[in-house]
């Protein structure tokens, strides 16, 4: 039920339009003048106002400025143009004239009372966005935080291509919508693209757009991701995992400000600025022929290095603490505090899975704990020496676990790709996807992602 006042100097008219609007649903109050409806209502607790243009002493456009952020609705029985330009001018979201048909009033006032809705909403999850995604979200002191921050604060506000580089779980995506937060597009949409999550035989489709009748089953014309993002930020996470004919069209994307969708023939302007990420080495992957390498310097222009979690140091108890008391608020649960035993489990883990990891641990433990204090065995951390080390059943001792060679590098990004691989193959036969998950260190849809990213299939009970 919405609040609606209204404001009109003929009695008959104001009694009608009451019981017109009280019998849509609407709570409705009323007023003769401007002043009567400022000394008797609380003019913001409205939802809409509704006003005569001509009343007894000053005009009902003046109610505009009394109450800032409710949407004012004009009647007039002088519908010129004139009026109804002035009316908006001064604040008004519409005018109506005299006579009105009774729907067509009503039809106006839900429109009115609708976008209004979706302002509030709208503001709501801008705040809500900003309060888990803003910089001042981003934990740390750490010299290469601070280092991060830096490169933030002095990228946002151009129109550089910035690269996103680390470990799987380091917050690439929260670094993206801060550079976005501080933008000039900041109001502009930001739309966030897992290459990874996609088919490669979709990806095309989704990222640029087709045509009807592009391909099989194209039986409209569809706007793609970078037209959505048009006027904003595009993040493409996992950009390593882009095949070449994508490659190729974003390259061109970047290169002219256009986009043409599968099947045009057509080009289509774009505003867009590209962010992207990855933990893939991409010289590497350039050198090997799977990345362009034109592509790789149009998106390096400002590059940004994520350190992982076990480099942080002295960040990790404070950023434990923040996700604690961001899981408490989410689930709903009185803030908590993590015990002594608990903190020296926090600093002695090696992270593998990175900010991912211990938030899942975290959320893990305050959706067991029975008190507002979190202890190391609700953490359920695997020991420093491996998964599995003293707390596997029988079947999955330390010795099941594969290993990386001793002369590989095991923080490389490959190495642990290699390592997940052969953990998933020889464990999935008598390891649901939850343990698996579990025992990674990381989530289900991570999981998932990676399987479909390295083509590991599930297999089938």
């Given amino acids: 039920m919405s609040r609606i006042l209204v404001i009109e100097d003929e009695p008959i008219i104001r009694t009608e339009l009451r019981r017109l609007l009280t019998r849509a649903g609407h709570d409705v109050a009323e007023a003769g003048a401007v002043p009567e409806a400022a000394a008797e209502h609380t003019l913001d607790a409205f939802d809409l106002v509704i006003s ?14 009394l109450c800032p952020g409710v949407p004012v609705l004009i009647m007039t029985s002088f519908a010129t ?35 209004g809705r979706l302002t509030r909403q709208n503001a709501a999850l801008k705040r809500e966005v900003e309060q888990t995604w803003s910089p001042g979200g981003m934990v740390g002191n750490s010299p290469a935080m601070r280092d991060v921050f830096e490169r933030v604060r002095k990228v946002a506000p151009s129109a550089a291509t910035v690269l996103v580089l680390g ?138 290095r994520l350190p992982p ?31 002594p035993d608990a903190l020296a489990a926090i600093a002695q883990h090696p992270w593998p899975g990175n900010v991912r990891e211990l938030e899942n641990a975290i959320e893990r433990a305050v959706i067991l704990a029975d008190g ?31 290993t990386v060679p001793a002369s590989e590098d095991p923080r490389s990004p490959d190495s642990m790709e290699e390592y997940f691989r052969r953990f998933v193959l020889e464990h999935q036969e008598r390891m649901g996807e939850t343990e698996l998950a579990r025992r990674l260190g990381i989530s289900r849809k991570t999981l998932w992602e990676k399987r479909q990213r390295l083509g590991i299939p599930r297999t089938r009970a």
């Fill in 81 to 115: 143009v004139k009026s109804a330009v002035d009316a908006m001018k001064l604040g008004a979201v519409d005018y109506i004239a005299k006579p009105f048909d009774h729907d067509e009033l009503l039809l106006q006032v839900e429109r009115v009372l609708r976008e």
């Fill in 167 to 304: 470990e799987s779980g380091t917050g690439k995506e929260l670094v993206a919508r801060a550079v976005h937060a501080q933008s000039p597009r900041a109001e502009g949409p930001l739309i966030a693209v897992n290459c990874a999550a996609i088919p490669e035989g979709l990806l095309e489709s989704e990222l640029f757009g087709h045509e009807k009748g592009a391909f099989t089953g194209a039986q409209a014309a569809h706007a793609g991701l970078v037209e959505a993002a048009h006027g904003g930020t595009l993040f493409l996470d996992e950009i390593g995992e882009l095949p070449a004919p994508a490659q190729a069209r974003l390259l061109r994307m970047l290169q002219d400000g256009e986009v043409r969708r599968v099947g045009a023939t057509r080009s289509r302007k774009v505003d867009v600025r590209i962010l992207a990420a990855t933990h893939r080495d991409l010289p590497r992957r350039v050198q090997e022929g799977l990345f362009r390498q034109d592509l790789y310097f149009r998106l390096r222009v400002v590059e940004i």
């Fill in 372 to 402: 507002p204090l979190l202890t190391a065995d609700l953490l359920a951390l695997e020991p420093p020496g491996g998964p599995g080390a003293d707390s596997s059943p029988p079947a999955l001792e330390e010795t099941d676990f594969p």
């Fill in 309 to 339: 979690l076990r480099e942080r140091g002295e960040d990790v108890p404070a950023l434990a603490k923040h996700l604690l008391e961001r899981a408490s608020r989410r689930i709903g649960r009185p803030p908590a505090s993590l015990s």
């Fill in 52 to 65: 005569d243009l001509r009343l007894p002493g000053p005009p009902g456009t003046d109610i505009i400025a």
